[in-house]
């Protein structure tokens, strides 16, 4: 029962971290209707761009974070104003394609500024894990976990207390009638790409110092995407809870199963899981169902 306990803690620290990168997901997908499959390169585009600022002498974890988190973000609004903009109007297929060919470009360009070469992206946490009775909980883990929290929290009060998030909650109810009233879609849109670019930056950052920073980094993207589909492609609420389930999983997974089938269960079982879920929720757990007249 101890062993389960671990597993279980620590899991779920680690799907918080799940739930930040789905984040972006869910943001453009609920304002634009389109799936970013960009999104993971984002993050490891957010990750080589850490470690190269850390790797600058004399440059503190703080003004990375800061310079980081703004370049993430007018990243966004540069993807969206100049690339996806003019094609409003377009079949979503289209758009999706787009983001297929933005990962490919991505990836390229961290290999054109930076080289394609691992990197090391060194935080100031402690190696030696923290004990709390019969859990063994990893400070990486605890650190991520708390950034996730607090990056959670904050998008939550700033789509139910402001005024621009209260705008982009309507955008993604019915963008026509959020027309109608004034809200300008466009900057809407805009807004929700440079928050998906926010979000890679915290993603990038932790995933970075625990897996090391390469262009396979880019592969938690598709990691992540069973997270979207458990809680449902446009629910934020969702990506918090498809998170921690895959979380806890994966670690459920990795340590019972892994002894008996020589490792690797983590790798296929949410997908598993994913295709499960799909056969009974085709819409996620809390995605909204929608109904088409044919």
């Given amino acids: 029962m101890e062993f389960f306990f671990d597993l279980v803690t620590n899991g779920l620290l680690v799907g918080l971290t799940y739930a ?16 970013n499959f960009a999104q993971g390169d984002l993050v490891m585009f957010a990750g080589y761009a850490a470690a190269v600022m850390l790797g600058m002498r ?7 974070a800061l310079v980081l988190a703004v370049g993430m973000v007018v990243l966004g609004f540069v993807i969206e104003r100049g690339i996806l ?9 289209a758009v999706i394609m787009v983001t297929i060919g933005l990962s490919f470009v991505l990836q390229g360009l961290v290999a054109i500024l930076w080289g394609a070469s691992t990197r ?36 939550g009060l700033f789509f139910t207390r402001s005024r621009l ?6 955008v993604a109810d019915d963008q026509q009638a959020a ?10 849109f805009a807004l929700s790409w440079a928050i998906a670019g926010l979000a890679a930056a915290a993603g990038g950052v932790i995933w970075g110092n625990m897996l090391g920073v390469d262009t396979f980094l880019a592969l938690v993207g598709l990691k992540v995407f069973p997270v979207v589909i458990l809680g449902g492609l446009d629910s934020i609420a969702g ?13 459920l997974a990795a340590g019972y199963l892994d002894p008996y089938v020589g490792g690797g269960t983590k790798d296929f079982i949410p997908y598993v899981l994913m295709i499960l879920v799909l056969f009974v929720r085709p819409y996620g757990f809390f995605g909204h169902e929608t109904i088409e007249r044919v």
């Fill in 179 to 188: 027309m109608v009233i004034g809200i300008k879609v466009p900057r809407v």
């Fill in 120 to 155: 090391d992206l060194p935080l100031p946490v402690r190696m030696e894990p923290y004990i709390l009775g019969p859990v063994f909980l990893s400070p990486i883990n605890l650190v991520a976990a708390v950034i996730a929290i607090v990056f959670l929290i904050a998008f």
């Fill in 20 to 35: 930040l990168v789905a984040l972006g997901f869910v943001l453009i997908y609920k304002a634009t209707s389109v799936i």
């Fill in 58 to 64: 004399g440059m503190p974890v703080w003004l990375m």
């Fill in 165 to 170: 998030g209260v705008a982009m909650r309507a």
């Fill in 85 to 93: 903009r003019p094609l409003v109007g377009q079949p979503v297929i």
């Fill in 239 to 251: 990506a918090i809870i498809g998170g921690l389930i895959l979380g806890a999983v994966e670690s």
